[in-house]
């Protein structure tokens, strides 16, 4: 049983399109999490959200934006694709709300290449 | 503005030795630290933590130390084994602070 899962597992598309990446997590987890890994192999954290409360890294571009259509799943929606949106994304949880103070789960991760 | 640093971007053990991984971070709000343990093609997952109470976390092979004056933490794993190449990332956070991710340290260990 994967307790974190992405997909799809790799994407490659073109500049200007509209993506998504779907994330579920089955650990009955309260707080989920994007993160993205640039070229460079920081990993960096882009959202914080649980059923009350979004918080955005404010240097992540408005083009992207959480999803979450229950407790269970995170999707990440990128409009208007750009060169540098190339990165892995890892999706993760934890059971509560507080990002440090609990261990996140991550899921595979998703290698995005924008062409 | 990176505020966890690992300023070793790889190290290569021989097996049965110990393994020293260094971290250092900048934020003195920080007051808990983490590492994770990444093979390639899968996500990090979490190996062992330490908060700022303690200066010493072990876990079998796995302690960590944290020396607060000098705003540095060290991952030991003794003894090495191969299954231990991976990367491995240190991260800090602290009360309205996000996970802070460093870049990662490659281990290689070798038979």
């Known amino acids: 049983d994967t307790a974190v899962s992405q997909t799809p597992k790799y994407l490659v598309t073109q500049m200007g399109n509209d993506k998504s990446i779907k994330c579920e997590q089955n650990l009955g987890h309260d707080t989920m999490y994007w993160y993205k890994q640039d070229s460079k192999k920081f990993l960096k954290i882009m959202f914080s959200?649980?059923?009350?409360?979004?918080?955005i890294n404010e240097t992540v571009p408005n083009r992207f934006s959480p999803k979450s259509p229950d407790k269970a799943h995170l999707n990440l929606h990128i409009n208007s694709l750009e060169l540098g949106d190339s990165a892995v994304y890892f999706c993760a949880s934890s059971q509560v709300r507080l990002a440090g103070t609990d261990t996140q789960y991550f899921g595979p991760g998703t290698r995005l290449t924008v062409l | 503005d990176q505020q966890v640093k690992q300023n070793s971007p790889s190290l290569s053990v021989q097996e049965g030795r110990i393994s020293i991984l260094n971290c250092d971070y900048t934020?003195?709000?920080?007051?808990?630290f983490l590492w994770y343990k990444k093979y390639p093609a899968e996500g990090p997952t979490f190996l062992i933590s330490?908060?700022?109470?303690?200066d010493k976390n072990e876990d079998g092979r796995f302690t960590v130390f944290l020396n607060k004056s000098a705003k540095h933490l060290s991952l030991h794993i003794v003894p090495s084994q191969p299954g231990d190449s991976a990367v491995y990332f240190c991260?800090?956070?602290?009360?309205?602070?996000?996970?802070?991710f460093g870049g990662g340290t490659m281990l290689m260990v070798k038979p």
């Open positions: 991260a800090a956070s602290g009360a309205g602070y996000m996970l802070n």
């Open positions: 330490i908060s700022s109470i303690k």
């Open positions: 959200y649980n059923n009350k409360e979004l918080i």
């Open positions: 934020n003195s709000m920080f007051d808990y």
